[in-house]
């Protein structure tokens, strides 16, 4: 099983930032699809962001426009997920994924590999 190997999570008050990092394993080679997903216990998984490692489009759910930003390293072996004014809602643990389908999509069971997953707690 593919793990890739997130990290960054914490704790942090309403309204700071966090830089979550994600790395990708150089023997799965080029993966063309890569997200975040964030899950609250007893909820889905949900998509945060995406982005297309190639051409470098990237796509964001309405709901996390604006505060969330993802991004790769030249090498493409790291993914990252800026998250800034974060807000008590965004507590919850945070996945990176990779498909190597090239469609941004929704659904955590379309994506084979995963990460273990880090948390981030936001307090008021």
Do not use: H
């Not at 793990?3 to 979550?20: I, K, M, P, T, Y």
């Not at 990708?24 to 997200?35: E, T």
């Not at 007893?42 to 709901?63: D, Q």
């Not at 993802?70 to 919850?92: C, F, G, H, R, V």
């Amino acid at each position: 099983q593919v793990l890739l190997a997130e990290s960054g999570g914490g704790s942090v008050q309403a309204g700071g930032s966090l830089r979550l990092s994600c790395e990708v394993p150089g023997y799965i080679g080029r993966i063309p699809l890569m997200s975040w997903f964030r899950q609250v216990p007893g909820l889905k998984r949900a998509k945060v962001a995406c982005i297309e490692t190639e051409r470098g489009l990237i796509y964001y759910p309405g709901a996390m426009k604006g505060r969330f930003t993802i991004s790769q390293d030249n090498s493409k072996t790291w993914l990252y997920l800026q998250m800034d004014n974060l807000k008590p809602e965004d507590t919850a643990i945070y996945y990176c994924a990779a498909r190597d389908v090239l469609y941004c999509s929704g659904f955590a069971t379309n994506y084979p590999y995963w990460g273990q997953g880090t948390p981030v707690t936001v307090s008021l």
